[in-house]
């Protein structure tokens, strides 16, 4: 059973640009959600998405985007970066069955964006 | 708006000493709630979890955490830390608002001293 993948590991991109990080959720698993943790804080919800379809978001800017693919794999796209997008993203994955809560996710390592 | 507190940022303990982290939540509605630990360079893996039933739920590694509704509390605690339970803890409730979302606390760094 492989776990939640992140890709790339790290990433330096300059203020104004845009980004994309993938994710491959764990086997078996059909929901995805997506988390920035700046450095001391924890998890801040971005979005969830199931049946390739945001079901879920937290108070982020539209400028955060995101798909989910008919393989459960999902990219988050952040578009016109800011100074402070500088952080870890983290991607998890679950599985979920519409009506009752996910019971727990599986984390991916994250991929570490630095904005300068 | 809906929150998860950790009133500990930081605690250090010698091995064999007991732990209680504190959380606390701000929802109103059905909850589920977690406990996730993250070793030094590791990701974020999953201690423990309530649904429903028992308030007093075991997880891995001699975690367990209490329910207590009337507080909107969820705590953890382990009787005797060992040094490699050094690592930051982070509380999670999972709620339904509109759909579910996540709340993550700010979590507590704890190092256990040998």
């Known amino acids: 059973e492989t776990g939640v993948t992140q890709s790339p590991t790290h990433l330096i991109k300059t203020r104004g640009q845009q980004v994309t990080l993938r994710c491959s959720s764990q086997s078996g698993h059909n929901t995805v959600s997506w988390y920035q943790q700046a450095l001391g804080q924890g998890p801040q919800f971005i979005f969830q998405y199931y049946r390739e379809e945001e079901n879920g978001r937290g108070n982020f800017p539209p400028r955060f985007s995101g798909l989910q693919f008919p393989n459960y794999s999902s990219e988050l796209n952040v578009n016109a970066l800011e100074l402070d997008d500088s952080a870890l993203y983290l991607c998890?994955?679950?599985?979920?069955?519409?009506?009752?809560?996910?019971?727990?996710?599986?984390f991916g390592s994250g991929t570490r964006l630095t904005v300068v | 708006a809906q929150s998860v507190s950790q009133h500990n940022h930081h605690v250090i303990l010698s091995e064999a000493a007991s732990l209680e982290l504190g959380c606390n939540y701000s929802?109103?509605?059905?909850?589920?709630l977690f406990w996730y630990v993250q070793y030094p360079g590791q990701h974020l893996q999953l201690l423990l979890k309530y649904f429903s039933g028992d308030p007093l739920v075991k997880g891995i590694k001699g975690f367990e955490a209490e329910f207590i509704k009337s507080k909107f509390s969820f705590n953890l605690r382990k009787p005797s830390v060992q040094w490699s339970d050094t690592a930051e803890y982070f509380c999670a409730v999972n709620a339904l608002m509109g759909t579910y979302k996540y709340i993550f606390g700010t979590g507590t760094r704890l190092k256990v001293l040998a």
């Open positions: 998890a994955s679950s599985f979920y069955l519409g009506g009752s809560p996910p019971h727990g996710y599986t």
């Open positions: 929802y109103g509605g059905t909850v589920n």
